[in-house]
Each structure stands twice: as C-alpha cells, then as structure tokens.
C-alpha cells in the first residue's frame, strides 16, 4: 500500500474513531470496505502513536485504562481469530470438494475397470468358444484322413496290380504288333 492511500486509510479511522466506533467495528467495516486486518492495524497504531495536543493527551491517558486496553487486546485477537477460522473453513472447504471429487474419479474407474473385466470375459469366452471349433473341425478333419488312408490302403494294392496287368499287357501288345 502506497503512502497516499495509508494516509486515506489513516484519516477514515481517526473519523470511525471520532463516531465512538471501536477498534473490533472498525476493523470489521474498514473490512467489508476491502482493506486487510494488517493494513487497519497499522493505521490503528499510527493513530495511538501519533502526537496529539497536551490536553488531549492528558485527557487520553485518564481514559486508557487496563480495562479498555484488554478490550482492544480482545477485539484484536477475535478479529485475528476470525479471519484465521475463515480461512480455516475455506481450506476444508476446498478439501471438502477435492475429497469429492476423487470419489467421484474412484466410482468412474471402478465402473471401467468393471466394464472392461466384463469385456475381457467375453473375449475370452469367445476366444474359447473359436479354440473348440478349430479343435472339433481339426478331430473331423483326422478322422478323414484316417478313412482315406484306409480307402488307399485298400486301393493302392490292387491298383498297383492292375497297372502291372496293363504294363503286361502293353509290352505284349508291342510285341505282337511288332511281328
């Protein structure tokens, strides 16, 4: 704060005090009016400290009394612990809300990991469902070749035998048409 405004601010406690306000309702309405407590305790002091006339301080240091400087003392502390419990509240406040917030990131995961568990599962039930379709089409496939193995066992023998018979036959031939 600049000293043009510190003076300002000076002169609108020295008028609060002129009205009878004390320190704790001029703290609060210098307050509302944007101040800080720091900058209103300082003015405070400027003024407490300043030089008055002989018969005002005089006057002045009748008034002062233990009693009045406890009330200062207090209005003081309740001020500071005021704004110290305000600040407290926002910051739980402000705890409040990332709390939430996290819960409601937690829920959110849980539920994806939830829906990706259940598409897994039925990836896998598929991936199964293909392993015994491959499984029952490759047993198929064994059992054919077991049955052709047993038609050419069968076969190939008396193929064998008939394409002897025609090579006989052909070198015969050859031979008579060779006569």
Request: hydrophobic letters at 35%; aromatic letters at 8%.
């Amino acid at each position: 704060m600049d000293v043009m405004n510190m003076n300002q601010l000076v002169e609108e406690v020295k008028k609060l005090k002129e009205k009878g306000l004390s320190d704790y309702d001029i703290i609060q309405q210098l307050g509302m009016q944007g101040y800080e407590s720091k900058q209103i305790y300082e003015a405070l002091n400027m003024i407490d400290t300043m030089p008055k006339p002989v018969f005002e301080k005089e006057e002045k240091k009748s008034e002062i009394s233990d009693e009045k400087l406890m009330e200062k003392i207090e209005e003081i502390s309740e001020t500071i612990i005021d704004e110290k419990w305000d600040e407290l509240i926002k910051s739980l406040e402000k705890l409040a809300k990332w709390k939430e917030y996290m819960e409601s990131r937690m829920h959110d995961l849980e539920l994806k990991f939830e829906n990706l568990k259940e598409e897994f599962n039925k990836l896998h039930s598929s991936v199964i469902g293909q392993i015994k379709e491959y499984d029952t089409h490759i047993i198929e496939f064994s059992t054919d070749i077991k049955a052709l193995h047993q038609v050419f066992k069968q076969i190939i023998p008396e193929f064998t035998n008939s394409i002897q018979e025609l090579k006989q036959a052909i070198r015969e031939l050859k031979i008579r048409l060779e006569k």
